[in-house]
C-alpha cells in the first residue's frame, strides 16, 4: 500500500528565507503526487501535481517540487519566504481510484 | 463555479444526538470524498464515491457512521448516536475520474463539536 512520510511536523523560516519541506513516499505503482496547502479554519487547496512528464513541478504561490524517483522524494521548495505562506502543508500519493494517502502535514512559520 | 459546498459550517451538539452533514460536490465531478481531521489523527478517508456508488469504506470507524450519495449533485454523513469522541473537523472533496488521477476539491469543512 502506498504512504508518504513528512519529515518534520513544523518548520520556522525567517520571512525571505528558503523553504524546504520534505516527502518521502512508497508506492507499488508509478506514483501521483500532490502538495496541498491549508490555512487556518480553511479546507485544503491543491499546490501542484506530479503525473507524469517533467520532473520538476512548479505551483501556484512560487512553490515548486521535484519528483527524484530514486529517492522516492517529492520535497516542496519555495525561494522566498513570504509572512502570507504560513500554513499546514500536506504531501499525498494517488491511490487506485482517484484515492489520496495523506503524510501527516508540516506547518510551516515564517518570523518576520 | 461554487466549488464544492459543506453545510453546516459549524456544529455543537451533544453526546447522543443525531448529526448530518452535507455536501454538494462540483458540478460534473463523478468522485466525492469524506474525510475526518483531528490533530491526533491527522486526515483520515471516511468512505469516497464514483458516480454515485460506495467504493471504499474501509475508513469508516463504526457502524454509527453512515454515509449517502443520492445523486450526483448531494452527499450526506451521518452519525448517530454521537459522541465526544467524534469531534473533528468533516471535509468533503470531490474530483473527476477519468484517465489518470485527477485534483481533489475540497470544502471549507465542518467543525463538529460534540459536549
Known amino acids: 500500500a502506498q504512504s508518504v512520510t513528512q519529515l518534520g511536523s513544523h518548520v520556522s523560516v525567517s520571512e525571505g528565507a528558503l523553504v524546504l519541506l520534505r516527502c518521502n513516499y512508497s508506492s507499488s505503482v508509478p506514483p501521483y503526487l500532490f502538495w496541498y496547502v491549508q490555512y487556518p479554519n480553511q479546507g485544503l487547496q491543491l499546490l501542484l501535481k506530479y503525473t507524469t512528464g517533467a520532473t520538476l513541478v512548479k505551483g501556484i504561490n512560487g512553490f515548486e517540487a521535484e519528483f527524484k524517483k530514486s529517492e522516492t522524494s517529492f520535497h516542496l521548495t519555495t525561494p522566498s519566504a513570504h509572512m502570507s505562506d504560513a500554513a499546514e502543508y500536506f504531501c499525498?500519493?494517488?491511490?487506485?481510484?482517484?484515492?489520496?494517502?495523506f503524510g501527516a502535514g508540516t506547518i510551516l512559520r515564517v518570523k518576520s | 463555479d461554487a466549488g464544492v459546498i459543506q453545510s453546516p459550517r459549524h456544529e455543537v451538539t451533544e453526546m447522543g444526538q443525531e448529526v448530518t452533514l452535507r455536501c454538494k460536490p462540483i458540478s460534473g465531478h463523478n468522485s466525492l470524498f469524506w474525510y475526518r481531521q483531528t490533530m491526533m489523527r491527522g486526515l483520515e478517508l471516511l468512505i469516497y464515491?464514483?458516480?454515485?456508488?460506495?467504493?471504499?469504506d474501509s475508513g469508516m470507524p463504526e457502524d454509527r457512521f453512515s454515509a449517502k450519495m443520492p445523486n450526483a449533485s448531494f452527499s450526506t454523513l451521518k452519525i448517530q448516536p454521537s459522541e465526544p469522541r467524534d469531534s473533528a473537523v468533516y471535509f468533503c472533496a470531490s474530483s473527476f475520474l477519468g484517465q489518470g488521477v485527477d485534483t481533489q476539491y475540497f470544502g471549507p469543512g465542518t467543525r463538529l463539536t460534540v459536549l
Open positions: 499525498a500519493v494517488s491511490e487506485v481510484g482517484n484515492k489520496l494517502v
Open positions: 464515491f464514483n458516480n454515485n456508488v460506495p467504493i471504499d
